[in-house]
């Protein structure tokens, strides 16, 4: 397995911008598929993006539009850039590098949309 660490996570106004970063611990080019995910306080973990080992990505309604994943090879790291954020996007975002059935999970990094 992959071990992955995120970053990138804090306090931001609402309309502001954050990017994660998620950095693995060996290349993931063309083997893993990668993704994001989010976790609310009482809510379970739910799928924000994906991006795959052809390079197509998927979004989740709620962030389409405001959010992009994309992936750095020489740095072996994932990026999720959001933008216009809102309070409802508070929450821990997880990476998540997907092969074969097996899923490497990071630690998460808390985002926190408030004025």
């Known amino acids: 397995q992959v071990q992955l660490v995120e970053s990138g996570g804090g306090l931001v106004q609402p309309g502001g911008s954050l990017r994660l970063s998620c950095a693995a611990s060996?290349?993931?080019?063309?083997?893993?598929?990668m993704g994001w995910y989010r976790q609310a306080p009482g809510k379970q973990r739910e799928l924000v993006a994906t991006l795959s080992t052809s390079g197509s990505t998927n979004y989740a309604d709620f962030v389409k539009g405001r959010f992009t994943i994309s992936r750095d090879n020489g740095k072996n790291t994932v990026y999720l850039q959001m933008n216009s954020l809102k309070p409802e996007d508070t929450a821990v975002y997880y990476c998540n590098a997907y092969l074969n059935g097996l899923s490497s999970w990071g630690q998460g990094t808390q985002v926190t949309v408030s004025s």
């Open positions: 060996r290349s993931m080019y063309r083997v893993y598929n």
